[in-house]
């Protein structure tokens, strides 16, 4: 038994696909932003390994100080809402290595989602341009026959 679709449930799964995919996409902004925080903290970190003697500090809107760190060895980094974890900067590092590592696997994943939720809503456009075109005909053909 076949069940029939209407243009209408059409549109709906359509409208949901598009809320999907707009989900997914905001979603992948997130991790993204992740992976890229994790990159520029490396970087300072690996720099400040590199050069302790010399650090610039970014305060915003482009504006940059020179600070020298009193600790070169250790950091401190967030593990929960008010928690801080000291630790050695190669540990930090290797930890954002892994983070940056995960993010990369979410990024692949939510690609792969969203190519299926785009190829499933351009399925869906294409049945409601076919239903057009079908609508198109048949008025053309009921305006032809009289």
Known sequence: MQQQVSEQQIVQ????????????????????????????TIDSLNELIKNPEKMYMNLGSGVLIEVEAKNK?????AFAENGYLEEKLPATIKWLEKRKENSQKQIERIEQDMAKTESKLNELIN????????????????????
Request: glycine letters at 0%.
């Open 13 to 40: 799964m359509a409208q949901q696909e598009e809320a999907v995919l707009k989900s997914q996409k905001s979603f992948l902004r997130k991790i993204i932003s992740i992976r890229q925080d994790s990159n520029r």
């Open 73 to 77: 060895e250790n950091c401190k980094r």
């Open 127 to 146: 049945v409601l341009k076919q239903i057009d075109a079908q609508k198109r005909k048949q008025q053309e053909f009921s305006i032809s026959k009289k």
